[in-house]
């Protein structure tokens, strides 16, 4: 038997178009609701837009310069250190500096350079102010200040305060400190400089005693 198509009943109709009634009101209603919010903070989306464009465009444009700027400063490096090799230390000092006046991390590297040349030109007394400026220099990377502070303890052995050295190089001593070693050897000798043998004694002692010490 074929089974017949149920209609629906008259009370389903009006139920029906009740529920389309109050959808379309609901519909209008939300419709209305965001328009009037829209009125409301447009201009507020308005300005956010534009100021995300401006960000943007600042972003980039900040960029551009940073790059421009590193591949000046590579530049004048790659040319201080061909007047290294040519022999002229006094024109590779005065490309380091341009490099050293526009800061980064290729600043710090050519400080470093510059101290290095001020050293075989016996001018100790430069170099050390070179390394003990990166040394407490916040603004560049670790890896460059803790050296800067290793040299200038090197370096300024004999000339400078010891318990500045030992206040500047008792950070690096710090096992997990690259070079720790190198630093306890200089405390130690900072030690024995001051006076105190004993002191000097108990740090070379544990130097020798740990495994993990170069043998150098």
């Known amino acids: 038997k074929a089974k017949k198509e149920s209609k629906p009943s008259p009370d389903d109709e009006e139920e029906g178009a009740v529920d389309a009634f109050l959808t379309e ?39 551009g310069q940073v790059e421009e700027r590193l ?8 040319r201080a250190t061909e007047q290294l090799v040519d022999g002229n230390p006094d024109a590779a ?22 101290a290095g040349i001020l050293l075989e030109q016996d001018k100790l007394q430069d170099a050390i102010s070179i390394y003990r400026t990166l040394s407490t220099d916040s603004s560049i990377d ?4 803790d050296l800067a502070t290793l040299l200038w303890g090197i370096h300024g052995l004999d000339s400078e305060d010891p318990a500045v050295l030992e206040d500047a ?14 630093a306890l050897e200089l405390m130690a000798l900072l030690s024995a400089r001051r006076g105190d043998l004993d002191e000097a004694r108990t740090i070379l002692e ?11």
């Open 206 to 216: 544990q130097l020798l005693e740990d495994t993990n010490t170069p043998a150098a």
């Open 169 to 182: 190089i008792g950070s690096l001593t710090d096992p997990s400190n690259a070079y720790s070693y190198s």
């Open 71 to 78: 591949t000046q400063q590579a530049d004048s490096f790659a």
């Open 25 to 63: 009101v609901e519909s209008e209603l939300r419709d209305e609701q965001i328009q009037k919010l829209w009125d409301r903070y447009k201009v507020w989306i308005y300005g956010a837009m534009a100021g995300l464009v401006v960000a943007v465009a600042a972003f980039q444009y900040w960029q």
């Open 142 to 145: 670790f890896v460059f200040s």
């Open 93 to 114: 000092l005065a490309e380091l500096t341009a490099v050293v006046e526009q800061g980064g991390p290729y600043g710090a590297l050519a400080d470093l350079q510059r």
